[in-house]
């Protein structure tokens, strides 16, 4: 009982860090709360004009929901720590991305996130959301759209691949639904703008954005 609660307060803890805020301050960027969608999140940060941050914060994003997964995969057995602990972990990282426990609960979309998570669930999962993703970003080129499809599929896909697997788990499904409704509810500003067409396109550069 100690041990999944430690290790779901810590994956809550590192999902808190707001990687798009620290590398934009880091490398001397205007803070992502302020311009653009105002969103603390890699598309968001790739409006300052820098690809390199962009990246930098994606990749952070979803290392910091990977490893709790992973950590749990491969080291929490000895602690008692299962698929349960498993779906909890990445649910808590998740979380702490939307609500930082570090920057006073404001936070992001958690896409990123949401996709480390399912990288460490299950590679092969991640690699086909992701793909996901990169097929509707790069026909209609806005990348909340692609995020939205991308997070509908995702349980769909696990259900469908892994979900008729032996190992398949009941406790991972319902995180998955979870983030995936969580993630689609975060981009109700988003939403709203793709139905009045005044969504910001990847790749568009905005004056003052
Ligand atoms: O600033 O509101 P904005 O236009 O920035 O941003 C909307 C955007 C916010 O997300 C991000 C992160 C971008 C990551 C890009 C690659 C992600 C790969 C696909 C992951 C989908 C995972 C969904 C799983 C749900 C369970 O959307």
Request: charge should be positive.
């Amino acid at each position: 009982f100690v041990y999944p609660l430690l290790a779901t307060l810590a994956a809550y803890a590192l999902g808190s860090l707001s990687f798009a805020v620290i590398v934009s301050r880091a490398m001397g960027l205007n803070d992502p709360r302020t311009f653009g969608s105002k969103n603390p999140g890699a598309t968001n940060v790739l409006r300052s004009g820098s690809k390199a941050a962009a990246i930098i914060t994606l990749l952070l994003d979803a290392l910091k929901g990977w490893l709790p997964v992973v950590l749990v995969k491969w080291v929490g057995a000895p602690y008692g720590l299962q698929e349960g602990t498993l779906a909890l972990v990445g649910l808590a990282a998740f979380l702490g991305h939307l609500y930082p426990v570090f920057f006073r609960f404001i936070g992001g979309k958690g896409v990123a996130t949401a996709l480390g998570v399912i990288v460490g669930i299950n590679p092969w999962l991640g690699l086909a959301v992701g793909a996901t993703w990169l097929i509707v970003a790069f026909f209609f080129r806005y990348s909340s759209l692609a995020s939205l499809v991308a997070a509908v599929f995702a349980p769909v896909y696990y259900v469908f691949g892994d979900g008729v697997a032996w190992y398949a788990d009941n406790r991972v499904v319902l995180s998955m639904a979870l983030m995936s409704g969580l993630l689609v509810w975060r981009h109700a500003e988003n939403i709203s703008r793709l139905f009045k067409g005044t969504e910001s396109r990847l790749g568009q550069k905005k004056k003052g954005a």
